[in-house]
């Protein structure tokens, strides 16, 4: 599976299509330059079920972490549809990913705060 990519994806990542060396990337190599290696797995299951057909005709998300180039990890959702042919091949899936860092930090602190105050000195 190839990913095809434009700038506004590579500026969420801290790079150019430039640097990367173009505008299309193997999955494999999206996985390993870019996401969490804790989440590695999490992003290869995802694309094993878009490949077995679970999300036909449905869009589909999946939030996981990524590493920048400039080493900050940051949160994602990556919100996507895959499209066939008549034929029931796969043409490609579209999609937009989006930083929802902010979100899960405001989400965890109240998490963050009560482990604090209920942990032993």
């Not at 694309?47 to 869009?59: C, F, M, N, P, V």
């Not at 972490?65 to 919100?79: A, K, L, P, S």
């Not at 499209?83 to 930090?105: L, P, S």
Request: with cysteine.
């Amino acid at each position: 599976m190839t990913f095809t990519f434009n700038e506004q994806f590579y500026s969420l990542y801290c790079t150019t299509s430039a640097r990367e060396g173009g505008f299309l990337m193997p999955a494999e190599t999206y996985a390993r330059e870019f996401v969490h290696p804790d989440e590695a797995w999490l992003v290869a299951s995802e694309i094993e079920k878009i490949l077995s057909g679970a999300y036909d005709g449905r869009t589909a998300h999946i939030e996981h972490r990524i590493i920048r180039r400039d080493g900050d990890i940051r949160d994602i959702v990556v919100r996507y549809m895959v499209t066939k042919d008549n034929t029931g091949k796969y043409i490609k899936a579209i999609g937009v990913n989006q930083d929802i860092t902010e979100r899960k930090r405001v989400e965890e602190a109240p998490q963050k705060k009560r482990r604090a105050v209920s942990s032993p000195l």
